[in-house]
């Protein structure tokens, strides 16, 4: 039983690693998706979705320019 209280350390150092990785990651996704289609207000990660968005789902209109 030397290593009883390592174990219980090490025990409880891996349950608080574990417990932080859990939960929801919509607000880490939020951050990422920063351009917003203005017909249908999908949120996309860059410019280069955001065309080809408008090249699948809105082939009548074209995307608007980089300036935004």
Do not use: F, W
Not at 8 to 15: H, L, M, S
Not at 44 to 64: F, I
């Amino acid at each position: 039983m030397t290593r009883g209280k390592q174990k219980i350390e090490a025990q409880r150092k891996n349950a608080e690693k574990n417990q932080k990785s859990k939960g929801s990651q919509l607000e880490a996704r939020a951050v990422g998706l920063k351009v917003v289609c203005p017909i249908c207000k999908a949120q996309l990660a860059n410019q280069n979705q955001l065309v080809d968005h408008y090249g699948s789902k809105h082939p009548k209109e074209k995307p608007p320019s980089n300036s935004s």
